[in-house]
C-alpha cells in the first residue's frame, strides 16, 4: 500500500493541526509516529479494527481516526507543544491485529512524512 502524508506546518504552542494520511487501499492497521533528528522514531498513535492507542504525551491532547470510505487516516493535534516538534509518519501493517503495535518494525509501508514544527 502506498501512503501520502501531509499537513503539517508550523503553528504556535498551544494551537491544532490536523494532519492526513492517503491509502492507496483500504488498509486496517494503521499508526502515526514522529521522529527528531538524532532520536529513534517513536510511536504517537495507533488504530486497529478494535483497539486505539496512544503514547502518553499526547493522551488527550491527539485524536486518531480514519475514513474507510475515502482510505484516509488523520490526527487531530490540540494543544500543541514545542515537544510535539518532529517528522509525522504514517504507516501500515498488512497484518490486522487485535491490538495496537507500538514497535515501528511491524509495519509494512510509511508515507514520507510531514514536518511538524510548534513554536514557543
Excluded: H
Excluded at 502506498?2 to 483500504?26: D, E, I, K, M
Excluded at 495507533?46 to 475514513?67: A, E, L
Excluded at 507500538?102 to 510548534?118: A, C, H, K, L, P
Aim: with cysteine; charged share 20%; hydrophobic share 30%.
Amino acid at each position: 500500500v502506498q501512503l501520502q502524508a501531509y499537513g503539517g506546518g508550523l503553528v504556535q504552542a498551544g494551537g491544532s493541526l490536523r494532519l492526513s494520511c492517503a491509502t492507496s487501499r483500504r488498509t486496517y492497521d494503521m499508526a502515526w509516529f514522529r521522529q527528531v533528528p538524532t532520536k529513534e522514531r517513536e510511536f504517537v498513535a495507533g488504530i486497529t479494527r478494535s483497539d486505539q492507542s496512544y503514547t502518553d504525551s499526547v493522551k488527550g491532547r491527539f485524536t486518531m481516526y480514519r475514513d474507510g470510505v475515502r482510505n484516509m487516516i488523520y490526527l487531530q493535534m490540540r494543544s500543541l507543544k514545542p515537544e510535539d516538534t518532529a517528522v509525522y509518519y504514517c504507516a501500515a501493517s498488512r497484518t490486522a491485529r487485535s491490538s495496537v503495535e507500538v514497535v515501528e518494525n511491524e509495519y509494512d509501508s510509511w508515507g514520507q512524512g510531514t514536518q511538524v514544527t510548534v513554536s514557543s
